[in-house]
Nanobody, 127 residues
Framework: VQLQASGGGLVQAGGSLRLSCAASGLTFSSYDMGWFRQAPGKEREFVAAINWSGSNLFYADSVKGRFTISRDNAKNTVNLQMNSLKTEDTAVYYC?????????????????????WGQGTQVTVSS
């Protein structure tokens, strides 16, 4: 399984970025996917998750209303559209795959339940 995150960069506060994660080596349409982030000196935190069919989305309170997670099962990609970015959104962003397939519960926000991780993409928001 390989997850390749891209789309990070430097943006001014109030701006937008779109992150993408390309997956290979798995039956992508069977797995929930999540985005997490880690800022310098802080623990990794949950950002957003989407279930395997794309019908159930879950967001951290800190990004709700500003970020949108989506997926394209035909292209094996999961995306994170980030609008109204704040300086506190600065972090390395990681995509990850839920450990179990065909999860019929809500998407998980616990990093312990994800087993494969992308390499991370840096997002820097300047004031």
């Amino acid at each position: 399984v390989q997850l390749q995150a891209s789309g990070g960069g430097l943006v001014q506060a109030g701006g937008s970025l779109r992150l993408s994660c390309a997956a290979s080596g798995l039956t992508f349409s069977s797995y929930d996917m999540g985005w997490f982030r880690q800022a310098p000196g802080k623990e990794r935190e949950f950002v957003a998750a989407i279930n395997w069919s794309g019908s159930n989305l879950f967001y951290a309170d800190s990004v709700k209303g500003r970020f949108t997670i989506s997926r394209d099962n035909a292209k094996n990609t999961v995306n994170l559209q980030m609008n109204s970015l704040k300086t506190e959104d600065t972090a390395v962003y990681y995509c990850a795959r839920l450990r179990r397939s065909r999860n019929y519960g809500p998407p998980s926000q616990s990093s312990d339940e994800y087993d494969y991780w992308g390499q991370g993409t840096q997002v820097t928001v300047s004031s």
